[in-house]
């Protein structure tokens, strides 16, 4: 199977380049094990990050054949020949398919996602029925792959002024926790035309994430919450 | 060595999965200055793919107390477990799960608004009774939701990160004191000095050993070899534990919840198989029990398709449960086999998954080393805690949900004991230049350039050779075998090259490193495992089917420079009486 494969190494490379490598596929292959075999028996030089090897790290979103998702759950056979892999779209490139994730992380940890409760703590569980825990259920899971985000056009022209789907989706997260104490000041935090109303539900974002999870849907809940809230 | 960059903490931790951010969170919020370094950034770390979930005796669903987990534990880890590890880890589970609650963990909740859990194997009430359902759980994608969690709470406190950073070797003065360590920043190669008054290891297990395995590429076992190239011998690395169900040929993990919500295994007569080799716990008997139960059918005939796997039947507990519980799994069988257990059983087949063994600590996390007459002497500075660490809570065979409460519980303990050392320390002492220098050596090592053998081979080599001399039936030939071609492979390590010499994110580098650590625990299992002549926990020899307590009823030791020494098992719980060794059924 033929696989056409973005390079660069600032290190030596003037310009980025594609490079071509033939690889005998098995059936039942994953792209990352078509990767890992490239670096294994042809060309050690060629840079990506990997690890749990089945869907849970988020360490291999890439661009494959122009849409984002993660090489170690896309089935080499689904893919149209030759494969085009390119680094996740829009933020800088370190080597190869390895891009800078700084910014998304900054995204991240800018809308606060952690679980805030100011009053003591009770001896046990804070308490949560079955149904108020349900409402994390498409939330909770994110894997901070940055499929979303990296493919989300808002977020290539603003990506240090509006969040982005995936710190958006974290955002609801824990606007509706049951538990979190915070949910007015999360609101606030979010106002003004770029944090979060620049997305203009495209809906990119759905489509590649890998986890089936629906941050365009978060987005919408938070801004009806923003909408009751002023009214 | 001057001009290489130096930073300086009061703690450094090595490792950011659950073992470390636990630490960290403790440590940050007493205010002590503390450096997390992690090869990947912290949420891909290992911890994140744990499904099932987490033992402690709430008594949520089922009448519990922890002594019952106590007897459990005890009785799973075939009486090679440390009693008063065991008990303080038992007694502070509750506690564990309920900071994880605050801190954010969205478990899976009952009707009344408290933590679901689950039964999971080898779990009793009343010291060997009715089975018990202690393992709390978020979904089947616990691991997920504590690792998440617990890195929120580090945003919280400032914990500072230093994320794709490779540690490279301990640093350590004359005294045996350990200082720090030396790491390098993957993005560009720059090496690092990070001076400390504490460091603990909580960089996890060595499952990379074995070609089909359950573990995470990164889970290359450098911890402990670090800690072994810094003198500190490794402990009970014979026993690795193999899960029963991975999935044949793949190696994925169905996690024990599965068996817990109420699937078994069937073999090609379509018979229940365990109930020939545990009557009453059945599939939910140890998992040593059970792997080599599969094993045992698939050798004398009894495998599914080509022979060589048996099936897990799930589909009876119909598509809500198996969605409401275990929607990870449904997405890797649909994912990787094309396979919805709601419809179809699923192929498994014992999969390497847990290192039982590793760096040897105390209750305290501080590591502990035999000097003279005492076996277990504290290393000052040093301390490890997670799946790295053998405190030892597991023994010979650890319980399913007891590792993630084992690196939170140890997390903890560990940091709490380094804030006292912090009080009692002031300054730093003076860093060893000699040390820095053997440490720079190493990472230089891989500069050498020319003709020779690659890693991917080697390694290639190394996993065969695992898999086949040292899995979950062994005996003396096997493992003779298996001790010369591991020695012959380690000797090759030296002709190893990269051709990749670049600084920018050199991910060849890093997999040279990480083949040199796996090299030192595979000599470290295979040893070890060879010297032991009987069969207890996940260490099965057909030539000594018995365990044998009066002569291996103790710990090993294995270091680079003496081979193997062996130490006394702590039979003295803290407070209560001690188990006795007993045969043991399920
Ligand atoms: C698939 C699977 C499912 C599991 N399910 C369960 C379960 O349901 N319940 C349960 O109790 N247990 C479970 N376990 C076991 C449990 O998840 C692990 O034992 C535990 O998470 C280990 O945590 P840790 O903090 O010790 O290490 P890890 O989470 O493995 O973290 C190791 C850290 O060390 C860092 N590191 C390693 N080497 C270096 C280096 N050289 N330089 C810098 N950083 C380094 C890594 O980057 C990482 O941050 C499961 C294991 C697997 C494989
Ligand atoms: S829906 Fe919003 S967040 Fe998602 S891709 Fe479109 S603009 Fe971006
Ligand atoms: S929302 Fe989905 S695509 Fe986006 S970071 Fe999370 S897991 Fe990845
Ligand atoms: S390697 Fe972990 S998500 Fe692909």
């Known amino acids: 199977m033929k696989f056409k ?152 022209w603003n990506p240090d002024k509006f969040m982005g789907p995936a710190a958006l989706l974290q955002a609801s997260r824990f606007i509706e926790d049951s538990r979190d104490q915070a949910t007015a000041e999360r609101l606030a935090d979010l106002e003004g035309p770029f944090k979060l109303f620049r997305c203009h539900t495209i809906m990119n974002c759905v489509e590649v994430c890998p986890k089936g999870l629906n941050p365009t849907k978060a987005i919408g809940n938070i801004k009806k919450r923003m909408v009751a809230r002023t009214l | 060595m001057a001009d290489i960059k130096r930073r300086q903490f009061d703690s450094l931790i090595i490792g950011a999965g659950g073992g470390g951010l636990r630490a960290a969170l403790q440590l940050a919020q007493a205010d002590a200055s503390v450096a997390v370094v992690s090869k990947v950034f912290p949420t891909r770390s290992h911890t994140v793919a744990a499904q099932g979930g987490m033992n402690a005796a709430l008594a949520n669903v089922l009448p519990d107390n922890w002594h019952w987990h106590m007897f459990d534990t005890v009785k799973g880890s075939d009486y090679l477990g440390d009693q008063d590890a065991i008990e303080y880890m038992c007694r502070a589970a509750p506690k564990a799960v309920y900071e994880l609650e605050h801190f954010g963990v969205p478990f899976s909740r009952l009707d009344n608004g408290s933590i679901y859990q689950r039964p999971f194997g080898g779990q009793s009430q009343n010291f060997g009774g009715e089975q018990a359902a202690r393992t709390c759980a978020a979904a089947d994608r616990t691991g997920h939701a504590i690792l998440h969690s617990l890195y929120q709470q580090n945003i919280r406190a400032k914990t500072h990160f230093f994320d794709e950073y490779f540690a490279v070797d301990l640093l350590k003065d004359e005294e045996g004191q350990v200082l720090g360590a030396l790491a390098f920043n993957i993005h560009d190669g720059e090496p690092v000095i990070i001076e400390a008054k504490t460091t603990l290891m909580a960089t996890g297990g060595a499952g990379q050993l074995y070609r089909t395995t359950t573990n995470a590429l990164i889970n290359t076992g450098d911890g402990m070899a670090m800690a072994l190239r810094a003198g500190v011998p490794l402990q009970d690395m014979e026993f690795f534990q193999f899960h029963p169900t991975g999935i044949a040929g793949h190696g994925m993990l169905i996690t024990e919840g599965a068996r817990g919500e109420g699937g078994y295994l069937v073999n090609a007569d379509g018979e229940r198989l365990m109930e020939r080799y545990a009557p009453k716990a059945k599939d939910l008997a140890s998992r040593d029990v059970v792997s080599r139960a599969i094993a045992t059918e698939v050798r004398e005939g009894r495998g599914c398709g080509d022979g060589n796997h048996v099936m897990l039947k799930l589909d009876h507990l119909g598509e809500d449960v198996i969605q409401k519980r275990l929607p990870g799994i449904r997405q890797t069988c649909i994912t990787f086999l094309g396979i919805d257990p709601a419809e179809a059983p699923i192929p498994v087949f014992p999969t390497a998954h847990y290192t039982m063994g590793g760096i040897p600590t105390n209750r305290y996390g501080q590591v502990v080393v035999p000097v003279k007459d005492t076996p277990e002497e504290p290393v000052t500075g040093l301390y490890a805690a997670g799946e790295c660490a053998c405190v030892s809570v597991h023994g010979a065979n650890r319980l399913g949900g007891n590792s993630l409460l084992d690196i939170l519980v140890f997390g903890r303990a560990a940091a709490n004991h380094i804030i006292e050392h912090l009080g009692e320390h002031r300054y730093h002492k003076p860093m060893d230049e000699n040390s820095i220098e053997q440490a720079m050596q190493r990472l230089n090592r891989w500069q050498q350039t020319g003709e020779g053998e690659s890693v991917s081979a080697l390694r290639t080599e190394l996993k065969a050779v695992m898999e086949e001399h040292c899995s979950v039936f062994r005996n003396e030939q096997v493992m003779r075998h298996g001790v010369e071609k591991i020695e012959a492979l380690a000797k090759r390590l030296d002709d190893v090259r990269i051709g990749d010499q670049s600084n920018i994110f050199n991910t060849a580098r890093v997999e040279a490193l990480e083949l040199e650590n796996l090299m030192n625990c595979g000599l470290a299992t295979m040893h070890s495992a060879y010297a032991r002549e009987e069969s207890r926990g996940a260490h099965s020899r057909i030539d000594f089917p018995e365990r044998d307590d009066k002569q291996w009823m103790r710990h090993s030791l294995y270091s680079l420079e003496n081979g193997l020494d062996y130490k006394p098992v702590r039979t003295k719980p803290i407070s209560v009486d001690s188990f006795p060794p007993k045969p043991r059924v399920y």
């Open chain 1, 5 to 156: 494969i973005y390079r660069f190494n600032p290190d030596v490379d003037a310009k980025p380049y594609t490079q071509e490598y033939d690889v005998d596929v098995q059936p039942g292959m994953m792209l990352l094990a078509a990767l890992l075999k490239i670096k294994d028996e042809q060309d050690e030089t060629l840079s990506f990050r990997r690890s749990c090897g089945e869907g849970v790290c988020g360490s291999d979103g890439m661009n494959i054949n122009g849409t984002n998702g993660l090489a170690c759950v896309t089935p080499v056979a689904e893919l149209k020949q030759p494969v085009e892999i390119n680094p996740l779209p829009g933020i800088p490139v370190i080597r190869d398919l390895i891009v800078d994730m700084e910014q998304f992380y900054q995204n991240y940890r800018d809308v606060k996602p952690y679980l805030i409760v100011n009053d003591p703590m009770p001896e046990v569980e804070l308490p949560q029925t079955p149904e108020q825990r349900e409402r994390l259920d498409g939330l909770y899971e994110c894997i901070l792959c940055a499929c979303c985000s990296t493919q989300c056009p808002s977020f290539w």
